[in-house]
């Protein structure tokens, strides 16, 4: 047998097993129009599904460019420095996010089109339970007619058909769904752990450096302003906390000696420690981003790293 | 004759298409079993012309069974592999 006609019966089949069991055709074409609503909810359920999965996909994508956005600061920040190399780095980092960037919206193009297909599915399968209801109810009237029989059996076919045909496609919808649910997962887990923005930090010396140095000469330039402005420093634990992420090689570069007090700032990280670093590295990480909450955890998730360590 | 393309809607046809389409499904399951994508694909893209270009469209409110059933416009060879391999399975 061909293709086509094996995939007829296969087809009908998959709806009609589930009304096989009623006796009477009559009740046949109630069931089968229950099914119907079912699954009328199911599609419009789906819908949403989609819909959600979309806006998840644009909340990511967000946040990724923010996290562009802060790479770019810290290339320039690094270029400011004269480290050309760790510039480089920054923007090579950037680079790789653009390009997950791109994935994102492949899957995202993919998810507006379900959507659509969705929706469509969604009215026409409106449209079929509406006037499948008028119909059953004429064929149930006429049911002793032999010929409404046959009639029938043709109606509970052909709706067998439509509606695993529906679930099918309902079926590969949430197939798609699924697949790009969890690649945005592994996405969301990244950027939820840091891993994405702070991977940068923890496992390349180079960034960590980039850090460290621009934290540093931020400092420089506050204690020289606060030098120019006071007569007396502040604590110097406040100015130890920002310094805190490599207190020896700190110790070492840092030109005012006496005020660095890294060992002890980094034994007591407090709150009223952590909020100056954080209030030290925000000017320059602000400038290129946007005024929204993603960069700013950014710059926290940053700065607690750096005194964990 | 109806012809259903699954995901898209059912056609009616007459005439002289359904000889084509008879032949176009030898060629299909050929490839199929050949596990040929690019002439799976090139088969089935001339069987969707086909209905399409020579059906009109079942209109919803009509309830009829198809007399053959093609997969959908975007399937791989893999699922209708699948789909078929469910005849088997599901029916037992």
Known sequence: MGVMKRLTGIVQAKANKALDRVEDPRETLDLSYEKQIEQLAQVKRGVADVATARKRLELQAQQLQSTAAKLQDQARQALAQQREDLAREALSRRAGISTQLEGLKTQHDQLVQQEQKLIVTTQTLQARVESFRTQKETLKASY????AQTKIGEAVSGISESMSDTGMAMQRAQDKIASMQARAGAVEELLASGALPDMTG??????????????????????AQMKGALAPPPPSGALGAGTSSEPDTVADDASPGEVVDAPHAASNPSAPDAAPAEAATRPADGQGGPPGGAPAEELFSLGEQAAQQ | MIVRILGEGQYELGGDPLEELEELDAKLLHKIEAGDEPGFHEVLNKAFEKVRGSGTPVDLSRIVPSDLTLPQPDASLEEVRELLASEDTGEA
């Open chain 1, 144 to 147: 002793t007619a032999a010929q």
């Open chain 1, 202 to 223: 923890s496992s390349d010396p180079l960034q960590a450096e980039l850090d460290k140095t621009s934290q540093q000469s931020q400092i420089d330039l506050e204690l």
